[in-house]
T-cell receptor, first 112, second 113 residues
Framework: GDSVTQMEGPVTLSEEAFLTINCTYTATGYPSLFWYVQYPGEGLQLLLKATKADDKGSNKGFEATYRKETTSFHLEKGSVQVSDSAVYFCALSEGGSYQLTFGKGTKLSVIP | EAQVTQNPRYLITVTGKKLTVTCSQNMNHEYMSWYRQDPGLGLRQIYYSMNVEVTDKGDVPEGYKVSRKEKRNFPLILESPSPNQTSLYFC????????????FGPGTRLTVL
């Protein structure tokens, strides 16, 4: 079945550092890929998505590119802020599917 | 304001005492889903609903029931809760299907003693 593997945390960075959170996936078809973010004490919210190979999703300075050849969707940000401290989840959904498969999440802490 | 609401937000109960966690959305979404979040396991899907009166099992449905009698509501029922159902539960909705952006509720933290 489908699965998502993302780098284990926690990840601690200083403000303005570069962020990469790795995500790779296994799927039988051509999934849509997502990054969701969970701020402390809140539900998840969509950060960005990509629906086909070579698509780049971007939002709030975060970017991720759908790489079919490496089955990856790594999340990057050039300069993190304290307000980016959260848990980040990579997820996939096959086209037309009613199921969303999540990775285990990566906790990011940004210190001033 | 577009939102997904859940009640209660926190619940402590005892083994075997039936409980219901309510979920409601005001966005006229067709799709709704329940997830549980556990440390080290991420989010796992319990049940989902494609529309009124149409539901299906997710990855971890054992011990749970759902119903979808109205488009806006999707309650999660634990007929006989057990300690291994202690978890953080999230309800989510989207316009149609999991491949669209899902909007999540604030979560319900359940403890079963």
């Amino acid at each position: 079945g489908d699965s998502v593997t993302q780098m284990e945390g926690p990840v601690t960075l200083s403000e303005e550092a570069f962020l990469t959170i790795n995500c790779t996936y296994t799927a039988t078809g051509y999934p849509s890929l997502f990054w969701y973010v969970q701020y402390p004490g809140e539900g998840l919210q969509l950060l960005l998505k990509a629906t086909k190979a070579d698509d780049k999703g971007s939002n709030k300075g975060f970017e991720a590119t759908y790489r079919k050849e490496t089955t990856s969707f790594h999340l990057e940000k050039g300069s993190v802020q304290v307000s980016d401290s959260a848990v980040y989840f990579c997820a996939l959904s096959e086209g037309g599917s009613y199921q969303l498969t999540f990775g285990k999440g990566t906790k990011l802490s940004v210190i001033p | 304001e577009a939102q997904v609401t859940q009640n209660p937000r926190y619940l402590i109960t005892v083994t075997g005492k039936k409980l219901t966690v309510t979920c409601s959305q005001n966005m006229n979404h067709e799709y709704m889903s329940w997830y549980r979040q556990d440390p080290g396991l991420g989010l796992r899907q319990i049940y989902y609903s494609m529309n009124v009166e149409v539901t299906d099992k997710g990855d971890v449905p054992e011990g749970y029931k759902v119903s979808r009698k109205e488009k806006r509501n999707f309650p999660l029922i634990l007929e006989s809760p057990s300690p291994n159902q202690t978890s953080l539960y999230f309800c989510a909705s989207s316009f149609r299907g999991a491949y669209n952006e899902q909007f999540f509720g604030p979560g319900t933290r359940l403890t079963v003693l």
